[in-house]
C-alpha cells in the first residue's frame, strides 16, 4: 500500500511582523523527491524556514519518496513538528507521486538512480529515463499547470529534458541544477585569487552537469578587473582550473566517502530562491536550449548564464563575446548532451 502522512506545521511566531506582510498570500507548495536522502534532509529545513521562497511566504512541503524510504520519511515529519517554523503551514509525507505531486507549484526533483560499480553511462541514463518520465506524466496530470520544476537527480540535464517531454510541460517551467558547479567553481577563483566569494562577478558554467561542462572565466571580473589578469595563469584558467571544477564532486565522494549533499542543498534553494524571488546576478541554470543561442543545438537542456527577473522566470543573457577557445569547450559539452539524448531515447 502507498504510505502517505500529513501533519501541521507551527504557525505560532516570535518574529516582529514584517512592515509589509505577506502571510497572507497563498501557500506556495513545493514537492521535493527523494525527500529521505541527504540532499533533501538538508533541503527541507531551509525550505521550511523562509530561505527558499522569502522570509514572509507561507509554505508547504510535500516529501515525496520510494516505498522503502517509509521510516525515514516519518522521522523527517516529526523532526518537522519539532521545529519552529512559522512558514511551514503543512507537510505530507508520502510513497504515492499523485500525492506528492497534488497541486505543487514548484517541484525539487533529488530523487534519481545511482550509478553503481560496473554500470556504464547509457544504463544509467536508461535506468532514470524511466523514472523520470514517469514522474513527468504525473507532474502533469496533477500539479499545477504553472508547476516549475527543477532536477537536481544525476544526470540531471537530461533527466529534465526526459521528464519535461514526457509531461509535454512548458519548456521555460523545466531547468536542471548547475548551480553547485557555478558555486564550487566561483569559490575555487575567489580562493585563488585571495578574496570574497562575492568580490568575482559574470562567472558562469556553460552544458552539462558533467566533467565536460564549460566553467567560464572569459569575462569574470574580480573587484571591477578582468579576473583573467589578475590571476595571470593562462594554463590555470584554461586547463588546471576546468579539470578541478570537473572533478570536484569525485574529490568531494573520495573525501567524505559519500556525495554532496549540504552544498547541493544549497545550490538548490539559491537556484529556486532566485527563479522564484528575482536575481541582480547573473546566474548559472541548465535550461531549454532553442537553438538560437550561441550555437547551442535544439532540444537539450543546457546550462546557460542566465537572469531571474522573479516570479519563476528566466532569461538567457545574450550579445557575450565568445572565443575559438569558448566556443571548442561549449561544443563539447552540448555533443555529450546531445549524444546522452540519444542514448536516453534509443
Known amino acids: 500500500d502507498r504510505y502517505q502522512r500529513r501533519v501541521h506545521g507551527e504557525t505560532r511566531s516570535r518574529r516582529k511582523p514584517s512592515k509589509t506582510p505577506r502571510m ?10 527523494g525527500a529521505a536522502g541527504l540532499i533533501a534532509y538538508a533541503l527541507i529545513p531551509q525550505i521550511a524556514s523562509g530561505q527558499c521562497f522569502g522570509p514572509d511566504q507561507p509554505v508547504a512541503i510535500n516529501m515525496l519518496d520510494l516505498d522503502f524510504a517509509k521510516q525515514g520519511l516519518e522521522g523527517l515529519a516529526m523532526e518537522l513538528q519539532d521545529m519552529v517554523n512559522p512558514l511551514l503551514k503543512d507537510v505530507v509525507a508520502t510513497t504515492d507521486p499523485e500525492v506528492g505531486f497534488k497541486d505543487c507549484d514548484y517541484c525539487i526533483m533529488c530523487g534519481a538512480f545511482p550509478r553503481k560499480q560496473g554500470m556504464e553511462r547509457k544504463d544509467l541514463l536508461a535506468k532514470n529515463a524511466e523514472i523520470f518520465k514517469a514522474q513527468g506524466s504525473v507532474i ?42 557555478h558555486s564550487r567553481a566561483r569559490n ?49 584558467c584554461d586547463e588546471d582550473f576546468p579539470a578541478e571544477v570537473g572533478q570536484r564532486g569525485a574529490l568531494v565522494i573520495k573525501t567524505r566517502g559519500s556525495s554532496s549533499a549540504t552544498s547541493a542543498a544549497r545550490a538548490a534553494i539559491d537556484h ?56 571548442k569547450m561549449m561544443g563539447i559539452t552540448s555533443d555529450e548532451l546531445v549524444s546522452e539524448r540519444a542514448m536516453a531515447t534509443a
Open 24 to 33: 497572507s498570500q497563498p501557500v506556495v507548495r513545493v514537492c521535493v523527491t
Open 140 to 181: 502533469a496530470k496533477v500539479a499545477k499547470p504553472t508547476v516549475k520544476v527543477l532536477v537536481v537527480g544525476n544526470p540531471a540535464n537530461t533527466n529534465a529534458l526526459l521528464l519535461q517531454q514526457s509531461g509535454n510541460l512548458p519548456k521555460e517551467n523545466v531547468t536542471a541544477m548547475t548551480r553547485l558547479d
Open 188 to 236: 575555487m577563483l575567489a580562493r585563488k585569487v585571495n578574496v570574497q566569494t562575492t568580490e568575482v562577478q559574470n562567472f558562469w558554467i556553460w552544458g552539462n552537469h558533467s566533467p565536460t561542462m564549460y566553467p567560464d572565466v572569459r569575462h569574470a571580473t574580480v573587484n571591477g578587473k578582468p579576473l583573467m589578469d589578475v590571476i595571470g595563469d593562462a594554463k590555470y
Open 272 to 327: 529556486v530562491h532566485d527563479w522564484h524571488c528575482g536575481s541582480s546576478e547573473i546566474v548559472s541554470m541548465g535550461v531549454w536550449s532553442d537553438g538560437t543561442k550561441y550555437g547551442i543545438p535544439e532540444g537539450i537542456i543546457y546550462s546557460f548564464p542566465c537572469k531571474c527577473p522573479g516570479g519563476g522566470k528566466w532569461e538567457i543573457v545574450e550579445g557575450l563575446e565568445i572565443d575559438d577557445f569558448s566556443k
